[in-house]
């Protein structure tokens, strides 16, 4: 699809991918865009330089994925449609009715209104957990479903019911499988943050970062700021009715990966080892990114130390600028 003059919706174009998406998405000459996002998750502050943009506007009713009304009124005029909203892993493990209802009924809702509002072209926000623990390495798209959790399962269920708008409805859409996504605007707060933030939670207060078991279990660690730009090439690309991984191909150790951190930091800490938990099921998840390049020309361009230094300066001017927010208002920790 040619960007220039189109309308997009970004449903959860709050959270962080999202909110990247937007940003990426900017750089073309596009006619609007429109956030559609309930802010359970996201922020309006993730979208503070995007919203200067006059082409940019929230959804003013509301933005739930669950309100089939409001969502298909959202779409109306929309030539494509970006779907990142869902719960996160962690909650679809706690909650895993409510990631019924918010990842697979949503999904079918945010399709369902695309059809109804004629929008031309879908990209959905999958994710590398319908893979479960890696059987080869690298893995490409044909690799086996090896899921054993309900966030996974809820990404195989919206997978296979977009091949089925597609062929009962025609329906064109293109499906994206982020790797370990990180990078700016990522959360630190809360019970579901991730590995990362986790080691450099420990390192901020002078402690060792934790690593549950050897530290040998490796992953593809991807850069928001890439995710971002895959998400723009699936919309551009002729391709339909694919699937693609979206990473770097690398292999990152979670021991090189807290190495990384404390040299990047300066902190002085040696990494600490705590017996590994029955409830990790993936040890080891790298992804193939040849079809990606072949089929919609996208390549990842940031490498992990640059986008790990790009994290911990976004996480310090964030930290400070909340703190000094909390202080002129009288407020402490």
């Not at 490796?218 to 551009?236: I, Q």
Request: hydrophobic residues 40%; aromatic residues 10%.
């Amino acid at each position: 699809m040619d960007l220039k003059g189109k309308k997009f919706v970004v449903v959860g174009g709050a959270g962080l991918i999202g909110s990247h998406s937007v940003d990426r998405l900017l750089r073309h000459d596009v006619k609007e865009v429109v956030i559609y996002d309930n802010f359970v998750r996201g922020s309006r502050e993730n979208l503070t330089d995007a919203l200067r943009d006059p082409r940019v506007r929230i959804y003013d009713v509301g933005g739930d994925v669950m309100q089939t009304d409001i969502l298909q009124d959202a779409f109306e005029g929309a030539d494509g449609v970006f779907h990142f909203a869902a719960l996160w892993l962690l909650q679809c493990h706690e909650y895993p009715r409510t990631a019924f209802d918010v990842n697979v009924r949503g999904t079918f809702n945010v399709m369902e209104a695309c059809v109804a509002k004629g929008v031309k072209r879908l990209v959905y926000s999958s994710s590398a957990s319908v893979y479960g623990d890696a059987l080869t390495e690298p893995m490409d798209e044909d690799h086996p479903f090896n899921n054993k959790n309900f966030y996974g399962a809820t990404k195989i269920a919206g997978e296979a019911m977009l091949r089925a708008f597609h062929h009962r409805y025609g329906l064109n859409f293109v499906g994206l499988r982020y790797m370990n996504v990180y990078g700016p605007r990522q959360d630190y707060h809360g019970a579901y943050i991730a590995v990362i933030m986790k080691m450099l939670d420990a390192i901020d207060r002078g402690q060792s970062p934790t690593i549950m078991g050897e530290g040998t279990e490796a992953f593809d660690f991807v850069a928001v700021e890439d995710c971002a730009l895959a998400n723009v090439c699936a919309m551009k690309a002729d391709v339909v009715d694919e699937f693609f991984n979206v990473g770097t191909g690398k292999r990152t150790s979670l021991k090189e990966l807290a190495e990384m951190l404390i040299q990047l930091t300066g902190s002085n800490q040696p990494i600490q080892y705590a017996p590994r938990s029955q409830a990790t099921l993936v040890r080891n998840r790298i992804g193939c990114p040849k079809k990606a390049t072949e089929l919609m020309g996208f390549t990842a361009e940031v490498d992990l130390e640059e986008g790990l230094r790009r994290l911990i300066d976004w996480r310090a001017s964030h930290k400070a600028e909340v703190a000094a927010r909390r202080a002129a208002v009288g407020l402490t920790d």
